[in-house]
């Protein structure tokens, strides 16, 4: 497998060099695996996706396929549904396939390869309780893995909306430089129907600007940035669930991991909404609207 990424990369399937999705190697939520997202379109096998990360089908011992836990071959998980087609759930839905190449002692403590029933994409994972060596309670199994799928989900949501607030940024900059008044030629050899065109076109890059500030300031200070509650989950899930050590109600706390989790998708698609209206509705139509005028006034200057 690579090093550990910086940056989302660009994840070729069927080694042509094109772009099929994203890949995340090592990211710190699974130091020993990577985070995929697919394309839009994109239908591989797990098997096709592992092998396109440079990673050995066998020696996966657990994915997380749209924020379902699976067992992987390396810790007796189904042969079977390695050649299964994927497709993306729907829109809203955790887009991320997370793969694990290290053996899971969180998911499997005290099961033998090969006991465990494999659990396909889409089919809660449900675990029985187990004696806890370390803490010297119970823990129940199925909600501890359960934040710990949340919590990896969280880590990779939070990369891609670092990622997002850039383009961000970017794509506010750009409004700013197409937002202007037109300049003497322009204004000479325009049509009044050509002016109203570019009103229009202005007051949509306001529109698309407010709205991307709004979006700005969600990935800033909003609901999601509390370092407090981030700082809480690490710990909580570092100190307790990793070494399954028991901890009070821990439904409650499985659904504050969830919900935060939720958070982070319902931003992510705010800001992909807006960048891409911002895209079609202010930044294509100013340049439509500009070339329109720019080939009128060539016309005129030749006449």
């Not at 992987?72 to 997370?98: E, F, K, R």
């Not at 109600?249 to 919900?259: D, L, S």
């Not at 891409?276 to 060539?298: P, Q």
């Amino acid at each position: 497998m690579k090093p550990a990424s910086a940056d989302w990369e660009p994840l070729s399937l069927d080694g042509s060099g094109n772009c099929h999705g994203w890949a995340w190697f090592r990211p710190p939520a699974a130091p020993q695996g990577v985070v995929c997202r697919l394309a839009d379109g994109q239908t591989p096998t797990l098997r096709g996706l592992a092998l396109a990360t440079g990673v050995d089908p066998a020696k996966v011992s657990m994915w997380v396929v749209f924020g379902t836990p699976c067992a992987g071959p390396a810790t007796g998980g189904p042969l079977a549904m390695l050649d299964q087609p994927l497709v993306l759930p729907p829109a809203g839905s955790d887009t991320s396939i997370v793969i694990h190449t290290a053996v899971m002692p969180a998911v499997m403590p005290g099961v033998m390869p090969g006991v465990m029933p494999g659990v396909m994409p889409g089919v809660p994972m449900a675990m029985p309780n187990q004696g806890n060596p370390a803490g010297g309670g119970l823990v129940n199994e199925g909600l501890y893995t359960a934040i710990e799928v949340h919590w990896s989900a969280i880590q990779a949501e939070i990369v891609k909306i670092d990622m997002l607030r850039k383009q961000v940024d970017g794509m506010m900059s750009e409004l700013s430089g197409l937002n202007r008044d037109l300049n003497y030629e322009e204004n000479t050899h325009t049509s009044r129907q050509d002016k109203d065109a570019w009103d229009d076109a202005r007051r949509m890059m306001r529109n698309a600007h407010m709205q991307l500030s709004r979006c700005q300031k969600a990935c800033d200070v909003g609901d999601t940035q509390s370092a407090g509650k981030k700082e809480w989950m690490k710990e909580l899930h570092d100190t307790q669930i990793l070494p399954r050590r028991p901890i009070e109600n821990p439904t409650a706390i499985e659904g504050e991991f969830q919900h935060f989790r939720k958070m982070l998708i319902t931003l992510e698609n705010q800001v992909n909404a807006a960048l891409a209206s911002a895209a079609t509705e202010g930044v294509g139509r100013a340049r439509r609207v500009l070339a329109e005028i720019a080939t009128k006034v060539r016309k005129a200057k030749k006449v």
